[in-house]
């Protein structure tokens, strides 16, 4: 004997059932039981986030901040530094040159 199909209101009637089941049972979590979940869930979000940081690595991606400053800015702001002058000329200079452009 063959059975029918199941109709689209049984189907809906068991989600219903079960969706009740489901919220039943996320109030019965404890908190240490939320808390282990949590730990658990931030577990595996820092597992995926490394393993995607190592294959960017890998494809040579470059992670930070771009620098503000150019080699040559760089550059000309540790010879500055080393001939005595303050930090407060160097961005004097730097200012005054971007004000020129």
Do not use: C, H, N, W
Not at 73 to 99: C, M, N, P, V, Y
Request: hydrophobic share 40%.
């Amino acid at each position: 004997m063959r059975k029918s199909p199941i109709g689209a209101r049984t189907v809906a009637r068991r989600l219903a059932r079960l969706r009740g089941i489901l919220k039943t049972a996320s109030r019965d979590v404890s908190d240490a039981g939320r808390v282990a979940i949590a730990a658990f869930e931030r577990d595996l979000i820092a597992e995926r986030t490394g393993e995607g940081r190592k294959r960017a690595m890998a494809k040579g991606i470059k992670f930070g901040r771009k620098p503000k400053l150019s080699d040559y800015q760089r550059q000309e702001a540790i010879r500055r530094r080393k001939a005595g002058e303050t930090q407060a000329s160097d961005g004097e200079a730097f200012l005054s040159l971007l004000a020129s452009m």
